[in-house]
């Protein structure tokens, strides 16, 4: 019972009660702790505990061969981070990962609103449409990209038949190490544009059609009022979805390990891919290192994204 | 004393708990002196049967038909009961590695040839026993795959090679009646296979990514080349023969001989039925493959690898090692069940059992596998092989002469910078022995 004794001096500069002291308050407390202490014990043993665990193996040379014996591994300071930001190859799927954030968030997010929008205005098979547009986010990935393998095909894809009708070039798409990517993107684009436009189309729908009428009696162009009405008070959600949007990105993966295996020449291999793979080769430290300068970027991106967006309101 | 904790405090707190855990962890370090040089063989067992209860770990097909099949063994061994166990192939790596950290293993388990460094490595497998088999009986490559360092870890129980595929009825077209010897012939095959026999490509080889190392190594292997010196400590990839070897593998590429572009799985097959590939190299599982896309038993052949000068060249060999646990708690008695796996007469029953191609030499000599043309061609491919080194950060390095293949087959970096950069990588990565 320290607390109860040591209490009064501290509320000595309060005006209430002391609290410490409060016997009703105490079994609230008390009631409190053993009802969530469930969590606590599940939180700590299975959320924190590994976090730290691996906050740690990351300044370690731990290896698969290490496991027998995890604490007698040489302890190496910021040796695989720095040895991570020299390494070629993890130069490049850091900017192979930059350049799908760069290219997939832009346009997963047009479209997405593009499909709000449209969809905000019609009324006859609204609910098809949702749920033709939502219907990839429910599909399995590798069932996706089976189908979009095909699209690609150099020859006797979809994509390449249609090229070929109106005469263009018709490009080996998975196979030119600079159309990789961007393939994969565009197929990502598509698979994930149904959970943002659902977002969306609730954000638009806050938005009270009397601020619309009274813009267009004022004269605004139905530009004008997308522009200057609709996209500002569209903020906050727009917001949301660039933070998930661009974390989902950050952790590219499922799709270039399906479709490419992180070629041709590495050009789709992404950091979660790389590290990924540092982890089947046994060499957990320096995976470990990777995922969390994967962490501090998604770390970076949301705060600059919250200070671009975020701010005005 | 506050009840409530600031957050700053808090910050505090979590900082020096990180700092003590640095500190302990740096307090442990590595013990180095246990690297230089192996354990040494162990004693061997005593004679008599085996005793009490046997756990195996066995995966795949062999998992399903192993419980059965021992019940020779049990019969002959009345006091010893086998338990196996099936693991899938997908989870066997990880589920051994779990099961070494924690000490809780099988006795025996099935263990594929490229994990033996990593296992034998953390210390979760037995030395052979001293005298259990004689390694003269094994075919010398699948052998190789239970060495790390100098110690053997383990028993080869069934292998697999790769060998030349090609269609015969499109060579009799482009005028050849036999298989090609050597690289200069090969070469020229595939070029009478394209510009005679009318194929897209003479020859499919897989212009890098994973696993392409399997068909590329057998070239450098054929040469000359070393990947490893001889204890396993130092990668030796960049050399004369390595660098000639992959400048003769990229040639079919630059020369149209091969597609560079990635194929999916079942497009070789369908190929080679329909004439768009000539031949190829591949492991004996391509037999029922190629059979299944409508190729005829008399529409294609199987030959030992073409060496450089005369084959047959080195091949790679693959399959699976027996060993046992050194947590076992039943050493003896599981020593004894790897021993009657690799009797010869169990090895031909094996193989009749479930179509696995024995380990050992002499099970060739009688039944299907002394009679069929086809798998004598395996048998003979077999006493020219190399097992990939039974190093532990063998996958990893292989990974990276997947990727410089990858690059020099394309034309994205010279020949020899691509060996140059193997070795470099190599040697950063280190064989981890």
Redesign the interface.
């Known amino acids: 019972m ?2 109860a004794t ?2 009064p001096t ?1 509320a000595g500069a309060d005006q209430a009660p002391a609290r ?1 002291t409060d016997p009703m308050r105490r079994q609230q407390a008390r009631a409190a702790w053993i009802l969530a202490a469930p969590f606590l014990v599940l939180f700590l043993v299975f959320t924190a505990g590994p976090v ?1 665990a691996s ?2 193996m990351s ?3 731990i ?13 190496i300071g910021i040796d695989n981070y720095t040895q991570l930001l020299g390494d070629p ?1 993890f130069r490049k799927v850091m900017v192979n990962t930059g350049l799908y954030v760069v290219l997939g968030v832009p346009l997963t997010m047009g479209l997405a609103l593009g499909a709000a929008v449209l969809l905000n205005r019609i009324e006859r098979l609204k609910g098809l449409f949702r749920v033709g547009y939502y219907l990839p986010v429910v599909t399995s990935i590798v069932a996706v990209s089976v189908v979009w ?1 095909f699209l690609y095909r ?1 020859d006797g894809g979809l994509i390449n038949e249609v090229l070929g009708l109106v005469g263009l070039p018709q490009p ?1 798409w ?2 030119n ?1 600079s159309l990789a990517l961007p393939a994969l993107v565009v197929m990502a684009a598509w698979r994930n544009l149904g959970t943002l436009m659902i977002i969306f189309l609730a954000g638009l729908q806050t938005i009270p059609d009397e601020v619309k009428e009274a813009a267009q009696v004022d004269g605004a162009s139905g530009w004008g009022v997308f522009r200057r009405i609709t996209l500002p008070m569209l903020k906050p959600t727009l917001l949301f979805g660039a933070v998930i949007t661009s974390i989902g990105y950050l952790q590219f993966f499922e799709e270039a390990f399906v479709m ?2 992180g ?4 050009a789709t291999r992404s950091v979660t891919f790389f590290t990924y ?1 540092q982890f ?4 957990y430290g320096l995976a470990a290192s990777a995922s969390y300068l994967l962490f501090i970027a998604v770390v970076v991106l949301t705060f600059v994204q919250f200070k671009i967006f975020g701010e005005k309101d | 004393m506050s009840r409530k904790r600031r957050p700053v405090q808090v910050a505090g707190r979590t900082l020096a708990l990180l700092a003590v855990a640095s500190l302990a962890l740096t307090g442990c370090g590595r013990d180095s002196a246990s690297e230089d040089g192996g354990p040494g063989q162990t004693e061997a067992i005593s004679e008599g049967e085996a005793t009490g209860d046997i756990e195996v770990w066995a995966m795949g097909t062999e998992g399903e038909m192993l419980g059965d099949f021992v019940k020779d063994f049990e019969e002959a061994n009345p006091e010893a009961t086998v338990k196996v166990t099936a693991v899938p192939w997908e989870a066997a790596h990880d589920k051994l590695s779990n099961a070494i950290a924690a000490g809780e293993t099988p006795d025996v388990s099935l263990i594929g040839t490229t994990w033996m460094g990593e296992f034998a490595e953390a210390g979760g497998l037995e030395p052979t026993p001293e005298g259990l088999v004689d390694e003269a009986d094994f075919f010398e490559g699948p052998w190789g795959s239970t060495v790390v360092g100098d110690t053997s870890y383990g028993v080869p129980w069934y292998v697999e090679t790769r060998v030349l595929y090609y269609r015969t009825d499109l060579a009799d077209k482009a005028g050849w009646d036999e298989a090609p010897q050597n690289w200069d012939e090969l070469k020229q095959f595939a070029t009478d296979l394209e510009d005679k026999a009318g194929v897209e490509y003479g020859m499919h080889l897989q212009p890098g990514q994973t696993g392409s190392w399997q068909t590329v190594l057998p070239f450098a292997w054929s040469n000359g080349a070393e990947v490893t010196n001889a204890e396993g400590t130092e990668y030796t990839i960049d050399s004369p023969q390595m660098q000639e070897a992959l400048e003769y593998y990229k040639s079919y590429f630059d020369e149209g001989l091969a597609n560079d572009g990635t194929l999916d799985p079942g497009e070789l097959e369908s190929g080679f039925a329909d004439g768009t590939y000539g031949a190829f190299i591949s492991g004996p599982w391509h037999t029922g493959l190629v059979e299944e896309q409508g190729v005829k038993t008399d529409e294609y052949a199987v030959a030992p690898l073409p060496g450089k000068d005369s084959a047959p060249g080195t091949s790679f060999v693959g399959g699976g090692d027996l060993a046992v646990f050194s947590d076992s708690d039943n050493k003896e008695s599981a020593w004894k069940l790897v021993q009657w796996l690799s009797e010869p007469e169990t090895q031909s029953a094996w193989y009749e059992t479930i179509g696995d191609l024995p380990a050992v030499k002499s099970a060739w000599e009688t039944g299907e596998l002394a009679s069929d043309e086809q798998l004598q061609v395996f048998g003979e491919q077999l006493d020219s092989t190399l097992a990939p080194p039974a190093v532990p950060s063998w996958e990893q390095v292989a990974a990276v002469i997947d990727a410089d293949v990858e690059k020099a087959v394309k034309g994205a970096m010279p020949v020899d910078e691509a060996v140059a950069d193997m070795q470099s990588q190599a040697d950063s990565i280190g064989t981890g022995l």
């Open positions: 320290a607390t040591t209490a501290r410490g730290l906050l740690g300044f370690t040379d290896k698969r061969t290490d496991i027998r014996t995890p604490f007698a591994v040489g302890f190859l393998k150099p080996e998975l196979d190490p490419t295996k070629g041709p020449l590495d793979d089947g080769f046994g060499n």
